[in-house]
């Protein structure tokens, strides 16, 4: 399963709602779940970013709607990488001509 490292930085909203954000986690793991997807890990940071968080998930549309709903609930803006394991780097190494 493609596996996704989302970047994220607090809304106006999300950091005035700063206390919610187990909750808001726990919603966000329930999402993915009911999207068949799984959240490995997730981290709140210090730096250019508020979290991050890496995800697998089945596709970029699964992906895309579980970061749509997250977006349209207002806490949080997201950057979102497609992360590539090992395996898959040999596998495009592999294809060069």
């Known amino acids: 399963?493609?596996?996704?490292?989302?970047?994220?930085?607090?809304?106006?909203?999300g950091i005035r709602n700063v206390k919610q954000t187990p909750k808001r986690e726990n919603d966000f793991r329930e999402l993915c779940e009911k999207h068949d997807a799984r959240v490995k890990d997730v981290y709140r940071t210090m730096g250019r970013h508020d979290v991050v968080a890496t995800i697998e998930a089945p596709s970029d549309a699964v992906i895309s709607a579980i970061l749509y709903t997250l977006g349209s609930q207002g806490n949080i803006r997201t950057e979102t990488l497609r992360a590539f394991t090992r395996q898959e780097t040999d596998q495009a190494l592999a294809k060069m001509g």
């Open 1 to 13: 399963m493609p596996t996704y490292i989302i970047l994220g930085n607090w809304t106006d909203q």
